[in-house]
T-cell receptor
Framework: ELKVEQNPLFLSMQEGKNYTIYCNYS?????LYWYRQDPGKSLESLFV?????AVKQEGRLMASLDTKARLSTLHITAAVHDLSATYFC?????????????FGKGTKLSVIP | NAGVMQNPRHLVRRRGQEARLRCSPM?????VYWYRQLPEEGLKFMVY????????ESGMPKERFSAEFPKEGPSILRIQQVVRGDSAAYFC????????????FGPGTRLLVL
């Protein structure tokens, strides 16, 4: 059974600071996704990482993937209040032609002025 | 281009009633996924459908839950004889299904069972 673990689960940080969220997964997969969810809202796709060593950046967020270590990171640079949300990583299970995503429990980020 | 649409957005049912949740995928998408999210949890996969076919239902509870995606019309997730433990947010996602495609999520239906 594929397991996806995120840490930390809760993160409170001051504006302007940097921090990293970690996502570990238990079986081989070459595809990892990061989503953002605001309270009471749906999931917004942030990044799709498709191969070992992939790095993608959008604004103050940068995601990377190390498939050998089965680890992805989401790095936040100079946090601002608008980044407060819950961030999920998800891994693709490609068995039997199904593309179901297995999600971590999420990291709830609060950026404090 | 409208995104994934779900309705209703909120649904209240009493124990024992039936709940029907609808999902219209994005235009051009023929693959639909249903996920359930309990409070303070990540999403859990339930079922993956293409038009008129269930591809993977490994996440569906064995009883009371069913899903369909007919040739015409939205995908429907049906929960019979709801219980309090069914209270959750149910999200639908869609993709083209071809190659390495991101799943795009709808706004969700929040089901409350009294």
């Amino acid at each position: 059974e594929l397991k996806v673990e995120q840490n930390p689960l809760f993160l409170s940080m001051q504006e302007g600071k940097n921090y990293t969220i970690y996502c570990n997964y238990s079986t081989t997969s070459d595809r990892l996704y990061w989503y953002r969810q605001d309270p009471g809202k749906s999931l917004e796709s942030l990044f799709v990482l498709l191969s070992n060593g992939a790095v993608k950046q959008e604004g103050r967020l940068m995601a990377s993937l190390d498939t050998k270590a089965r680890l992805s990171t989401l790095h936040i640079t100079a946090a601002v209040h608008d980044l407060s949300a819950t961030y999920f990583c998800a891994v693709d299970m490609q068995g039997a032609g199904s593309y179901q995503l297995t999600f971590g429990k999420g990291t709830k980020l609060s950026v404090i002025p | 281009n409208a995104g994934v649409m779900q309705n209703p957005r909120h649904l209240v049912r009493r124990r024992g009633q039936e709940a029907r949740l609808r999902c219209s995928p994005m235009k051009g998408h023929s693959h639909v996924y249903w996920y359930r999210q309990l409070p303070e949890e990540g999403l859990k996969f339930m079922v993956y459908l293409q038009k008129e076919n269930i591809i993977d239902e490994s996440g569906m509870p064995k009883e009371r839950f069913s899903a369909e995606f007919p040739k015409e019309g939205p995908s429907i997730l049906r929960i019979q004889q709801v219980v309090r433990g069914d209270s959750a947010a149910y999200f639908c996602a869609s993709s083209t299904g071809w190659g390495l495609e991101t799943q795009y999520f709808g706004p969700g239906t929040r089901l409350l069972v009294l």
